[in-house]
Nanobody, 115 residues
Framework: QVQLVESGGGSVQAGGSLRLSCAIS????????LRWFRQPPGKQREFVSS???????NYPDSVKGRFTMSHDNVKNTIALQMNSLKPDDTGMYHC?????????WGQGTQVTVSV
């Protein structure tokens, strides 16, 4: 059974940084996409970043230039380095993977950015 566990969330002031990690366990044969999404309070889940098995990344304009996603395929972890954080970045951050067409998600880690 594939499992994902996020860590690294916390509370920071605007302008600060956090680094989120996601540990992936279980069978990952067929892995082809890794992602981070977030859910701000009272809003729908929104896309934050993705990386494919070739290392190509994709970010929405809201985080481009501030967030960097990486994948360590030896340790089977993904990371999200978040710099210049803004109050709008507040939310529950979830990592996810697509393996052989099926999506798996972690329980999330909370990020709170104060003014």
């Amino acid at each position: 059974q594939v499992q994902l566990v996020e860590s690294g969330g916390g509370s920071v002031q605007a302008g600060g940084s956090l680094r989120l990690s996601c540990a992936i366990s279980g069978p990952t044969e067929g892995l082809n996409l890794l992602r981070w999404f977030r859910q701000p309070p009272g809003k729908q889940r929104e896309f934050v970043s993705s990386i494919d098995i070739a290392g190509r990344t994709n970010y929405p304009d809201s985080v481009k230039g501030r967030f960097t996603m990486s994948h360590d395929n030896v340790k089977n972890t993904i990371a999200l380095q978040m710099n210049s954080l803004k109050p709008d970045d507040t939310g529950m951050y979830h990592c996810g993977v697509i393996i052989s067409g099926r999506s798996y998600w972690g329980q999330g880690t909370q990020v709170t950015v104060s003014v």
